[in-house]
């Protein structure tokens, strides 16, 4: 079965400091993708980033990037420089590859709340 | 850019009422979903919609839920005789399958009440 653990609940930083989010899976599948989403506090769900398990190469987008390490099965994403717009709850998910065709859920981690203060 | 939209954005219902939550997914989209989320929880799969047919559901989607696309447009959810433990946050999906864009967008999702 596959699972997602963010062990973090609760982060609270000040502004201009970088902050980690950590996010460790499971999954019996040899491929699959890992994403994350932001919920800022008007409770929307905002995609920020899909990677598949076959591409290991860091990723970075402005002040936001992610790591992922297939040997610790871990996607961690780091906002470097934060700013008081980043406060919001940020979820890691994780798809299995299509077997059956139509679905690909996805598999949500607790989230982990993020507040940015000035 | 094209997105997801929901309506309503809230409902409040009694208990054992019937409520039916609206979806129009991104126009191209071919695979519809359909999430909850309970207050400050995590969100949680139902259901997902391929070719008119469920593709997959979870254990949540219990003889309750019904999920329908009565036309080319909308993506419904209906609940059949809601109870207080169905007050959450639904949240609407759709996905174009393949490429570098494949991955679930999310509407702004519909908080239901039930009282």
């Known amino acids: 079965a596959q699972k997602v653990t963010q062990a973090q609940t609760e982060i609270s930083v000040v502004e201009k400091e970088d902050v980690t989010l950590d996010c460790v899976y499971e999954?019996?599948?040899?491929?699959?993708?890992l994403f994350w989403y932001k919920q800022p506090p008007s409770g929307e769900l905002v995609f920020l980033i899909r990677?598949?398990?076959?591409?290991?190469q860091n990723e970075i987008s402005g002040r936001y990037s992610w790591n992922f390490q297939k040997s610790t099965s871990s996607f961690n994403f780091t906002i470097t420089a934060s700013q008081v717009v980043d406060s919001a709850v940020y979820f890691c998910a994780l798809s299995e590859a299509i077997k059956i065709q139509g679905a690909q859920k996805l598999v949500f981690g607790q989230g982990t709340r993020l507040t940015i203060n000035p | 850019e094209p997105e997801v939209t929901q309506t309503p954005s809230h409902q409040v219902t009694q208990m054992g009422q019937e409520v039916i939550l609206r979806c129009v997914p991104i126009s191209n989209h071919l695979y519809f979903y359909w999430y909850r989320q309970i207050l400050g929880q995590k969100v949680e799969f139902l259901v997902s919609?391929?070719?008119?047919?469920?593709?997959?559901k979870s254990e949540i989607f219990d003889d309750q839920f019904s999920v329908e696309r009565p036309d080319g447009s909308n993506f419904t959810l209906k609940i059949r005789s809601t109870k207080l433990e169905d007050s959450a946050m639904y949240f609407c999906a759709s996905r174009i399958a393949g490429g570098p864009t494949d991955t679930q967008y999310f509407g702004p999702g519909t908080r239901l009440t039930v009282l």
């Open positions: 919609f391929y070719n008119n047919e469920i593709s997959e």
């Open positions: 990677r598949n398990s076959f591409d290991e």
């Open positions: 999954t019996r599948d040899t491929t699959y993708y």
